[in-house]
């Protein structure tokens, strides 16, 4: 297994000199790359190593670096490993590299990044609404968008929800229970 | 005059006869389906309130012309069919006996297959216009199902008439009479193949595709709430009132008075009923497999029994 | 249209009795509420004993069962359905995410007061509602029919304006769209 980790991470390492790896244990290899060479790599990765199968696709806002990372989750049916390539791109400008000729599937994360992270896909099939529908704020997966005010404009609270009262001291007073203290910090 | 006043007097009593008859039966279907499942079940006139409730709901919806012909196609043909099936032996000792002998010397078993089908039809005439995909679905498995069961049915009849020389239900009626045998001693092959047929007619398990609710969304009827669904429940009440005696009559007898009747309508109904409890669903091409296996040998053996 | 016990006729009361014993279910599983509709439905509560049974498609049904949570995208689909129902129809809703949006009152995609966009005769709450809870919804719906005060289809006519602006207001383009309500 090591072997076989050790191998992978240097025949990436040599077709891309710019990625950057990070170590993890277990079936785990961990690539950092940019932005440009994503499509090359996981091409790479389908075709001439194994990586056959596209897991998923996640997706953060680091909203403090502006940037979003976008991390592409691999599969090796042959060799049991999992392939984890991150890419960083700009959050005022988020563009990406389509890919769904490499995988029919990611169609659908790109989709949904599109809706709720707002990072656009140039060439991507079907580049139309997909789960929020007539949707005209901020894309909602935003760090930035705040979501109780958009509900406090959008739909309505129904009173009695704001007095609601922390229960457990009542209950443990009237069955003589103590609260412990890793619970205390839960309480209001 | 008189005969005549009694003739429309006498379809109408048969009529609420049947309807009365067939509701009852549905409802305490449902009793012995939850009583099998081990429930509570619904009261035995269940079927009467919920038809009572969909006759009160009001009927919004507006499809075309062929839509609302659609129900009343099922009902024309179960009240015909009813019409021509001799509920109680003619010429029978009890008091009412000629208050349901409607017209059954004037029709005959190839007159019944015929209509018996025709609702089936205008059914799904009617409710290949609503558009509804599930509708049309339903039809065609409806009517595939129908190419099935029909075949063994047929040829059970055929077998019969072979044996007999007659197409008349009422001489079926009088050589059960006259020998002392049921038909379905005399010639059990066809009583077998008609079996088989009957269930697949009353469109209980194993095969009930057609009304499927959980993938159909009830098929045919998908489209049809309100007064359209208590017309064609109501009928289908009275038709499978009118299957059952048309069996009866053939295969075990007839029966001399409603009490005989109800008796042997009951015990034969409660085999598509039991057996449908405790079985699973066949897909459509199974059935019609199912059908053209067995059923049809049976079928094929009850003609040949009958003509050697 | 409202009536109440004083004003009904004996037709209003024979109808009554049977809307009350003959309850057709659709039940419309959104979130996770769809899970209790299996047991009171088969052989442990056994629904069926009232009366109330599923129905597959809504021109067959009394009742619509909205159970849980409702998004944008399905409340869009709830209206259709409701208003494909046919008169006279009721509406339960089903856990505490219908009633004040529960566990999910904050979030940026599902609704909180389910009453604002449909006309709901009983509420049933809980997070989940156990099935003697959902049985004893709807009897308490039975009493309200057998008494004549079961009237959200009545409501949702005469309130038809304020219903529809509630709903375009978080759907506005689909309900510009879709097909207005016809009785």
């Known amino acids: 297994m090591k072997e076989i980790k050790q191998q992978m991470i240097d025949r990436i390492l040599k077709a891309f000199p710019d990625a950057k790896n990070t170590d993890y244990d277990g079936n785990r290899l961990d690539i950092a790359i940019k932005k440009e060479s994503v499509p090359a790599l996981l091409m790479h990765a389908k075709e001439e190593m194994g990586f056959r199968h596209l897991s998923h696709i996640a997706y953060i806002d680091w909203i403090e670096q502006g940037e979003f990372e976008i991390v592409y989750i691999l599969w090796s049916p042959s060799d049991k490993l999992k392939l984890f390539i991150r890419t960083r791109i700009d959050r005022e400008n988020p563009v990406m590299d389509n890919i769904d000729m490499i995988w029919r599937q990611a169609n659908t994360y790109q989709r949904e990044m599109r809706e709720m992270l707002g990072i656009e896909f140039p060439g991507m099939v079907a580049p139309d609404e997909f789960i929020l529908e007539d949707w005209d704020d901020i894309p909602p997966f935003r760090k930035d968008f705040n979501t109780l005010e958009y509900v406090n404009r959008t739909f309505w609270h129904r009173p009695g929800r704001e007095d609601a009262q922390d229960v457990r001291e009542t209950i443990t007073k009237r069955s003589g229970e103590e609260i412990p203290d890793f619970a205390k910090k839960y309480s209001r | 005059m008189e005969h005549i006043l009694i003739k429309i007097l006498g379809a109408i009593a048969t009529f609420i006869l049947a309807f009365i008859v067939g509701m009852t039966y549905g409802g305490v279907v449902r009793k012995i389906t939850a009583r099998v499942h081990n429930r509570l079940g619904p009261p035995f006139y269940q079927n009467f309130i919920d038809a009572l409730k969909l006759f009160s709901k009001k009927t919004a919806i507006h499809h075309g012309v062929m839509h609302f012909l659609g129900p009343a196609f099922l009902m024309v043909s179960s009240v015909v069919s009813l019409m021509f099936v001799p509920v109680l032996i003619p010429g029978g000792d009890s008091w009412y006996n000629s208050w349901f002998s409607n017209m059954i010397y004037d029709g005959d078993l190839i007159f019944l297959i015929y209509i018996m089908v025709f609702g089936s039809l205008g059914m799904a005439l009617g409710a290949g216009q609503t558009g509804n995909p599930n509708s049309s679905i339903g039809i065609t498995r409806g009517l595939s199902q129908m190419v099935g069961y029909e075949i063994p049915w047929v040829l059970a009849l055929v077998s019969l008439m072979l044996m007999y020389k007659t197409t008349s239900i009422v001489d079926f009626i009088n050589v059960q009479q006259e020998t002392g045998t049921w038909l379905m001693f005399a010639n059990p092959f066809a009583f077998i193949a008609g079996l088989f047929a009957l269930m697949g007619m009353f469109h209980y398990s194993p095969f009930d595709i057609i009304g499927a609710p959980a993938e159909l969304a009830s098929g045919p009827v998908s489209e049809n709430g309100g007064k359209f669904l208590f017309t064609m429940m109501s009928s289908g009440s009275v038709f499978s009132f009118v299957k059952l005696t048309l069996f009866v009559d053939i295969f075990m007898g007839g029966a001399s008075n409603l009490v005989v009747l109800v008796i042997k309508t009951f015990t034969l109904y409660m085999i598509p009923v039991l057996y449908g409890i405790v079985s699973h669903r066949y897909r459509t091409e199974q059935a019609v497999t199912f059908f053209w296996k067995w059923p049809l040998f049976f079928g094929l053996l009850a003609v040949l029994y009958a003509v050697l | ?183």
């Open chain 3, 1 to 183: 249209m409202y009536n109440d016990k004083n004003s009904q006729k004996i037709v209003d009361i024979i109808q009554n009795y049977a809307r009350k014993h003959s309850l057709w279910v659709l039940a419309y599983g959104t979130g996770c509420g769809a899970i209790e509709i299996a047991p009171t439905m088969t052989s442990r509560y056994d629904a069926e004993r009232l009366g109330i049974r599923g129905a597959a498609t809504p021109r067959q049904a009394d009742v619509l069962l909205i159970t849980g949570y409702l998004t944008v995208k399905t409340v869009k689909r709830v209206v259709r359905v409701y208003e494909q129902m046919q008169d006279p129809k009721y509406v339960i809703g089903f856990g505490s995410c219908t009633i004040n949006g529960g566990m999910y009152y904050d979030s940026y995609n599902t609704i909180n007061l389910l009453d604002r966009y449909l006309p709901v005769d009983v509420y049933i709450n809980g997070c989940m509602p156990r099935p003697e809870a959902v049985i004893q919804g709807f009897v308490k719906l039975q009493e309200l029919i057998s008494q004549g005060k079961a009237n959200g289809a009545a409501k949702y006519k005469e309130n038809l304006e304020w219903y529809k602006a509630n709903q375009k207001k978080i759907a506005p383009k689909w309900f510009e769209r879709a097909p207005e309500y016809n009785w």
